[in-house]
């Protein structure tokens, strides 16, 4: 990649880490956040499923809007969102305060997830863009090891509010860095005005290709099996086997590191072998690991080394599907790239939304039904493969 180009994703992944920040920094403050506010488990919980559903819907009014306007302004206007948004969480002196203030929160980091694979679209397709998209999945996916941590950290010295004190501080330093370090990659006389007639010609056409639906699907469901894991992991970890946040904060990290060590070869794999190979091998090892370990778990040697081993393979072929899948959906819409990252984000985000309310009432904060539940999300992003991928490839 020519330094430029890893400049730029460099900063996009800073940009990009700020809404994964939101959600794995306060991680490790759930059980708390359940004390203080006097609510349940589930009712903490919410928090984050607010965050997650407005996160996705919003999606689709920030890619049209970086269409029409330019890819800097939809920033602002998010992150600027996001800023009052946290703020206000810090604020909150109850539970449904604190649930519509994070349903904010995720209005406004929706941005920072619809308008930077755009971004991506606008300088760079194929292999190229997928190697860019690796390099953002550096900074996005150290976030998951360093913002548990770093909730853990805050929570030593002072507690949950204090976490949003910190997200408003990286709120301010994205805003900074958006006015004053991206360039604007979308020149005026490639802009499409917002118009709904075209909204609606241009969604119509994503959703009647097979291949963006089902490459958005395994993202999706990918993307779902992390959620499933964001909704339990804290109280599996901390109740079932007894981790301090810290602890919780290191097992989670071990797990993200699979993840975002895998992500970046994506690549060079896909430049060697094509991505169509690359995504087909990298989701069926996905789904045979998270069954492999289903069946080692309900067999009863379910120890916590044997459950991070299991999720840091299979987070490892995970990181392989989720860049190249990226890519590969937007590549064929060069025109309308801000419509379909959006459009994409928002049925991913849903995605992940219905699988938690399908797998919510069968967990139960073990292991033994959270890993279940990941393999179910595996399973259906591999059939999601097979059904889009006429070549799929198991084992060559």
């Given amino acids: 990649m020519r330094d430029p180009l890893f400049r730029m994703a460099l900063l996009l992944g800073l940009l990009s880490a700020v809404g994964p920040f939101a959600i794995d920094m306060y991680l490790p403050a759930l059980p708390q956040v359940a004390s203080d506010l006097g609510t349940t488990e589930a009712g903490a919980a919410l928090t984050l499923t607010s965050y997650f559903i407005v996160f996705g819907f919003a999606q689709m009014i920030y890619g049209p809007m970086s269409d029409a306007i330019g890819r800097k302004k939809p920033l602002v206007i998010g992150v600027a969102i996001f800023l009052v948004a946290t703020v206000a969480a810090s604020l909150a002196p109850t539970i449904g305060w604190l649930i519509a203030a994070r349903a904010v929160q995720g209005l406004g980091a929706a941005t920072l997830m619809a308008v930077p694979r755009a971004v991506i679209r606008d300088m760079a397709t194929g292999p190229a863009a997928a190697r860019m998209m690796a390099a953002i999945m550096i900074v996005i996916s ?70 963006f639906l089902g490459l958005t699907m395994i993202g999706g469901f990918g993307m779902a099996s992390f959620f499933v894991f964001l909704a339990s992991a804290s109280f599996v970890y901390t109740r079932q086997y007894g981790l301090s946040p810290t602890g919780f904060s290191l097992a989670f990290a071990v797990n993200a590191i699979g993840f975002f060590s895998a992500s970046q070869f994506a690549g060079r794999l896909a430049e060697r072998f094509g991505m169509e190979r690359v995504i087909s091998l990298a989701i069926t090892g996905f789904a045979a690991m998270a069954l492999v370990l289903t069946l080692v778990v309900l067999s009863g040697f379910d120890g916590l080394a044997v459950v991070i081993v299991g999720l ?62 990941i393999a179910l999300c595996a399973l259906l992003a591999w059939g999601a493969a097979a059904a889009s991928l006429p070549r799929l490839r198991i084992l060559a």
Avoid at 152 to 173: H, K
Avoid at 360 to 372: E, K, R, S
Wanted: with cysteine; net charge positive.
């Fill in 142 to 211: 150290v976030s998951p090891m360093l913002a548990p941590l770093t909730g853990s950290a805050v929570m030593a010295v002072g507690g949950w509010r204090e976490i949003f004190a910190v997200l408003a501080a990286a709120a301010l330093l994205s805003l900074a860095l958006i006015i004053f370090a991206l360039p604007e990659t979308l020149p005026a006389e490639r802009r499409r005005p917002v118009r709904l007639s075209a909204m609606a010609t241009g969604a119509r056409r994503l959703l009647s290709d097979r291949r």
């Fill in 312 to 373: 840091f393979l299979a987070n490892a072929c995970l990181g392989l599907v989720m860049p190249t899948a990226m890519v590969m959906s937007l590549d064929p819409h060069p025109d309308i790239a801000g419509l379909a990252s959006s459009l994409g984000g928002t049925i991913q985000m849903l995605t992940g939304g219905v699988m938690i309310a399908v797998t919510g009432p069968f967990l139960d904060n073990t292991v033994a039904t959270m890993v279940p539940a």
